[in-house]
């Protein structure tokens, strides 16, 4: 085991809250620690949208004109895509306070908005073990022990001890692991599972975001940064065990669940089958 290393906080987790609890210890004169499982940039099941009165809170974060730089259009408006149906109304603006400088919110990816927190957090004076997932806490005197390894390590390899008085788990409630806040869950047919994936070359207008419903599920859509269309949902597992079922038998094969999703909502939304009839997926989902 390496040499243990001392901080006042440790922080596992490094999307918004992660990042965002580290930049204001930091700030404030703590030794901070940021423990991130995956390299950066990564994508995240996320909508992504962001109102106009929480941008002040970016600005206070160091990182308001980086997220204006890049975020994509205006929303101006709402919308409801359910099965033929659509229907779309006025998205208010901000008209006072701090708000009313944007006036709308607005969409940017997380695949580039948590690597803006984290350079932030960085420039802030938080050292930040990356990749690297925490195994274990334990209690060490007047202080906890979180064991590291590198996510690319074997289970035996040899890691590193970092020590704190004070431990945020920021994972996130469905990361699976062995930590005291990794609880266990019990998988369940009505459990809603979420999928995200972005598009580019939509025909959905830059200043409208619709929510999506469909059976079994719902999700939305916005224009985000350079173009892409994010698209983010959840859906019942029962759902999606049926036509993931029904799709392996009329092909006589193993079927994505991503397939089966993107596939379900194009036939049964007529908005969102418009929206992606000539877009093309930009990754995987």
Same mark, same amino acid.
């Given at each position: 085991?390496?040499?243990?290393?001392?901080?006042?906080?440790?922080?596992?987790?490094?999307?918004? *809250?992660?990042?965002?609890?580290?930049?204001?210890?930091?700030?404030? !004169?703590?030794?901070?620690?940021?423990?991130?499982?995956?390299?950066?940039?990564?994508?995240?099941?996320?909508?992504?949208?962001?109102?106009?009165?929480?941008?002040?809170?970016?600005?206070?974060?160091?990182?308001?004109?980086?997220?204006?730089?890049?975020?994509?259009?205006?929303?101006?408006?709402? !919308?409801?895509?359910?099965?033929?149906?659509?229907?779309?109304?006025?998205?208010?603006?901000?008209?006072?306070?701090?708000?009313?400088?944007?006036?709308?919110?607005?969409?940017?990816?997380?695949?580039?908005?948590?690597?803006? /927190?984290?350079?932030?957090?960085?420039?802030? !004076?938080?050292? +930040?073990?990356?990749?690297?997932?925490? +195994?274990?806490?334990?209690?060490?005197?007047?202080?906890?022990?979180?064991?590291?390894?590198?996510?690319? !390590?074997?289970?035996?390899?040899?890691? =590193?001890?970092?020590?704190?008085?004070?431990?945020? *788990?920021?994972?996130?409630?469905?990361?699976?692991?062995?930590?005291?806040?990794?609880?266990?869950?019990?998988?369940?047919?009505?459990?809603?599972?979420?999928?995200?994936? &972005?598009?580019?070359?939509?025909? /959905?207008?830059?200043?409208? =975001?619709?929510?999506?419903?469909?059976?079994?599920?719902?999700?939305? =859509?916005? /224009?985000?940064?350079?173009?892409?269309?994010?698209?983010?949902?959840?859906?019942?597992?029962?759902?999606?065990?049926?036509?993931?079922?029904?799709?392996?038998?009329?092909?006589?094969? &193993?079927?994505?669940? *991503?397939?089966?999703?993107?596939?379900?909502?194009?036939?049964?939304?007529?908005?969102?089958?418009? *929206?992606?009839?000539?877009?093309?997926?930009?990754?995987?989902?």
């Amino acid at each position: 085991m390496k040499r243990a290393s001392t901080h006042d906080a440790i922080i596992i987790g490094a999307g918004p *809250a992660g990042t965002s609890a580290a930049l204001a210890l930091a700030r404030r !004169g703590w030794a901070v620690a940021i423990v991130e499982k995956s390299a950066f940039p990564r994508r995240k099941v996320c909508g992504e949208y962001i109102s106009a009165s929480n941008l002040a809170l970016l600005d206070r974060l160091g990182i308001g004109d980086a997220w204006r730089g890049e975020a994509g259009p205006e929303i101006r408006r709402v !919308g409801l895509f359910s099965g033929n149906a659509s229907i779309e109304a006025p998205m208010p603006g901000a008209r006072s306070g701090p708000a009313a400088r944007d006036g709308f919110g607005r969409a940017l990816g997380r695949d580039i908005l948590d690597t803006l /927190l984290l350079d932030a957090a960085r420039s802030a !004076g938080v050292e +930040v073990f990356q990749p690297c997932r925490a +195994v274990a806490i334990e209690r060490d005197g007047d202080r906890q022990a979180v064991r590291i390894q590198a996510t690319s !390590g074997s289970p035996g390899e040899e890691g =590193m001890t970092l020590r704190a008085s004070v431990i945020v *788990a920021a994972h996130g409630s469905w990361e699976p692991g062995p930590l005291p806040s990794q609880l266990g869950k019990q998988s369940r047919s009505s459990d809603l599972l979420g999928f995200k994936a &972005h598009f580019t070359g939509s025909a /959905l207008p830059p200043d409208l =975001m619709p929510l999506l419903t469909f059976p079994g599920g719902y999700g939305g =859509m916005v /224009l985000a940064d350079r173009g892409r269309l994010s698209i983010s949902c959840c859906i019942r597992r029962d759902v999606l065990a049926r036509l993931r079922g029904s799709l392996a038998r009329e092909r006589g094969g &193993h079927v994505p669940a *991503a397939e089966a999703v993107e596939r379900h909502i194009r036939a049964t939304c007529r908005g969102a089958r418009d *929206a992606l009839a000539d877009a093309r997926l930009d990754g995987p989902w």
